[in-house]
């Protein structure tokens, strides 16, 4: 009960509260006539997280946010989009971090589906250069380690996931195309990297498959990067309304 009742503050409470915070944050920065490298002006169109799933009542787990983690608001809308995936389908993300979001997912999606997490070792080299700032997400004790507690306890939620390390910019992610429900991008917020991540995802999902970008108007490279693709590409992408959350289905 206490998980439900945290998913429903998250949705119904502390999204549409933060949303309206952000906005008030951006009206002011712009009236003032200031910019902040942390909090864009953004462009795309917004959908209502309720257009977005079918669920309406989700649980969560690990409620404590570590910086670098999403937001509570933001993990109830993710989750409720996993527990949508076809089961027996593949879940991918793209940037581990401390596993909060993976674990979620695993915990939230059919039972018979696999999710792979691929995260970057603070002794691997990068293709691209990081964004300023986010070293720390790299040079972290143990990518996922918000999994060990979860061994003895969920054995079965566990063993869904699938850790794996490397650079997103080279790594081969063949064996996955085609195959993914959802794919959720938070790696490297720097744009090539963004960039290079959203393609890679879209070789990875397949029909009727959602892919979920996070920190859209927080990290300029990220804003840049999927304003540069929507604009380009005119996929669709939309900012789940209160969220820094990027949507899009592939319809295809």
Same mark, same amino acid.
């Given at each position: 009960m206490e998980k439900i009742l945290k998913g429903y503050y998250a949705t119904r409470i502390y999204l549409p509260l933060s949303g309206l915070s952000r906005k008030w944050r951006r009206f002011s920065k712009c009236l003032m006539n200031k910019e902040s490298k942390l909090l864009q002006q953004v462009n795309l169109p917004e959908v209502s997280w309720k257009d977005c799933t079918s669920k309406r009542i989700i649980k969560i787990w690990e409620n404590e946010q570590a910086n670098g983690n999403v937001r509570i608001s933001e993990l109830g809308v993710i989750n409720m989009i996993a527990a949508d995936c076809e089961d027996g389908t593949n879940l991918f993300e793209i940037g581990t971090f401390d596993g909060r979001t993976l674990l979620n997912l695993a915990f939230s999606s059919?039972?018979? +589906?696999?999710?792979?997490?691929?995260?970057?070792?603070?002794?691997?080299?990068?293709?691209?250069?990081? /964004?300023?700032?986010?070293?720390?997400?790299?040079? @972290?004790?143990?990518?996922?380690?918000?999994?060990?507690?979860?061994?003895?306890?969920?054995?079965?939620?566990?063993?869904?996931?699938?850790?794996?390390?490397?650079?997103? /910019?080279?790594?081969?992610?063949?064996?996955?195309?085609?195959? +993914?429900?959802?794919?959720?991008?938070?790696?490297?917020? /720097? &744009?090539? &990297?963004?960039?290079?991540?959203? &393609?890679?995802?879209?070789?990875?999902?397949?029909?009727?498959?959602?892919?979920?970008?996070?920190?859209?108007?927080?990290?300029?490279?990220?804003? @840049?990067?999927?304003?540069?693709?929507?604009?380009?590409?005119?996929?669709?992408?939309?900012?789940?309304?209160?969220?820094?959350?990027?949507?899009? @289905?592939?319809?295809?």
């Open positions: 059919p039972s018979n +589906c696999s999710l792979y997490t691929l995260d970057l070792l603070p002794t691997m080299d990068t293709h691209f250069s990081l /964004a300023p700032g986010e070293r720390h997400m790299v040079e @972290k004790k143990m990518p996922g380690e918000r999994f060990e507690k979860y061994q003895k306890s969920a054995n079965s939620i566990v063993n869904k996931i699938h850790q794996l390390f490397g650079d997103s /910019a080279s790594f081969d992610f063949s064996p996955y195309k085609n195959s +993914c429900s959802l794919v959720f991008v938070d790696g490297s917020h /720097a &744009y090539e &990297y963004v960039k290079s991540d959203t &393609y890679t995802a879209m070789d990875m999902i397949k029909r009727g498959g959602v892919i979920i970008w996070h920190d859209y108007g927080i990290w300029e490279g990220v804003t @840049k990067a999927l304003e540069e693709i929507e604009s380009n590409e005119k996929y669709g992408l939309k900012n789940i309304k209160g969220t820094s959350l990027v949507y899009w @289905k592939n319809e295809k």
